[in-house]
């Protein structure tokens, strides 16, 4: 019983140790987390908006924090296929 006791206990130890490592790697990572918001808000704050860069995108924070992270808001443009045919 008390090897049995010994081992639950060595095995808990080993838990809260891990425990508080994965916590503290949680919190680092929160912070570059916060970080980088505060970095993206503030690039987006400065830039010029997506209106007037490019006429007739919507100007809305979708669009804007899409573009900023570099990606598409929305589904992707539907091509003319007849302008792209040349006989």
Same mark, same amino acid.
């Given at each position: 019983?008390?090897?049995?006791?010994?081992?639950? /206990?060595?095995?808990?130890? /080993?838990?809260?140790? $891990?425990? $508080?490592?994965?916590?503290?790697?949680?919190?680092?990572?929160?912070? $570059?987390?916060?970080?980088?918001?505060? $970095?993206?808000?503030?690039?987006?704050?400065?830039?010029?908006?997506? &209106? !007037? !860069?490019?006429?007739?995108? &919507?100007?809305?924070?979708?669009?804007? @924090?899409?573009?900023?992270?570099?990606?598409? @808001?929305?589904?992707?443009?539907?091509?003319?296929?007849? @302008?792209?045919?040349?006989?």
């Amino acid at each position: 019983m008390d090897s049995l006791n010994t081992k639950l /206990y060595l095995q808990n130890c /080993y838990m809260l140790k $891990e425990n $508080e490592r994965l916590r503290k790697a949680a919190v680092l990572l929160n912070q $570059e987390n916060q970080a980088l918001l505060s $970095e993206l808000k503030h690039r987006l704050a400065r830039s010029p908006s997506p &209106a !007037a !860069a490019a006429p007739g995108v &919507a100007n809305d924070s979708k669009n804007a @924090a899409a573009a900023a992270a570099g990606r598409h @808001a929305g589904p992707p443009p539907v091509q003319d296929k007849s @302008a792209s045919k040349s006989k």
